[in-house]
T-cell receptor, first 115, second 113 residues
Framework: DAGVIQSPRHEVTEMGQEVTLRCKPISGHNSLFWYRQTMMRGLELLIYFNNNVPIDDSGMPEDRFSAKMPNASFSTLKIQPSEPRDSAVYFC?????????????FGQGTRLTVV | DAKTTQPPSMDCAEGRAANLPCNHSTISGNEYVYWYRQIHSQGPQYIIHGLKNNETNEMASLIITEDRKSSTLILPHATLRDTAVYYCIVRLPGQGGSEKLVFGKGMKLTVNP
């Protein structure tokens, strides 16, 4: 398996534009996590899904952020409209969880710059 | 809402054992202790986890105190590639799905030649 795949790897956009980040989890995994990382705030959990259902979105900063998981092999994180303070590295992770937690595998991240 | 405390940084000599401490004094009976690390500009990488017993795998050993209020991650022979930020996390067991995986500030380990 190629691991968790995120696209794009780098994104530069202008303030006010819509940005869509994409994640393909490892095949067979049933949990998916979105994180944002900045120097100031560290690694923040934004939202996570179990079996394609959002379980906890309390980390989503505001209504400009939305995440979807239409099927087990794809998820998106959308920011509309984007602002300079959204500049960060966004990570997606997936894991296989049944009765007990298992390790989460992270993608390489998307570095977002909003100018 | 990280429930762990780690020193901000630590240095270790290459080839020596690195002992990374973590305090989790409010851990509940069914919470696991997890360790991840993040090498610069990469996504975090799982290392090991445990509940009560000490654990060992090809990467590291995890020593959990009897009262479970603290733990130590041991890298037996640190190499320069082990330089990274190490995160100690406590986490509930999943029930048909994953529980939250919340990272704190972590601890920067620098392995020196």
């Amino acid at each position: 398996d190629a691991g968790v795949i995120q696209s794009p790897r780098h994104e530069v956009t202008e303030m006010g534009q819509e940005v869509t980040l994409r994640c393909k989890p490892i095949s067979g995994h049933n949990s998916l996590f979105w994180y944002r990382q900045t120097m100031m705030r560290g690694l923040e959990l934004l939202i996570y899904f179990n079996n394609n259902v959002p379980i906890d979105d309390s980390g989503m900063p505001e209504d400009r952020f939305s995440a979807k998981m239409p099927n087990a092999s794809f998820s998106t994180l959308k920011i509309q409209p984007s602002e300079p303070r959204d500049s960060a590295v966004y990570f997606c992770a997936s894991s296989l969880a049944h009765v007990a937690n298992t390790e989460a595998f992270f993608g390489q991240g998307t570095r977002l710059t909003v100018v | 809402d990280a429930k762990t405390t780690q020193p901000p940084s630590m240095d270790c000599a290459e080839g020596r054992a690195a002992n990374l401490p973590c305090n989790h004094s409010t851990i509940s009976g069914n919470e696991y202790v997890y360790w991840y690390r993040q090498i610069h500009s990469q996504g975090p990488q799982y290392i090991i986890h445990g509940l009560k017993n000490n654990e060992t795998n090809e990467m590291a050993s995890l020593i959990i105190t009897e009262d479970r209020k603290s733990s130590t991650l041991i890298l037996p022979h640190a190499t320069l590639r082990d330089t990274a930020v190490y995160y100690c996390i406590v986490r509930l067991p999943g029930q048909g799905g994953s529980e939250k995986l919340v990272f704190g500030k972590g601890m920067k380990l620098t392995v020196n030649p």
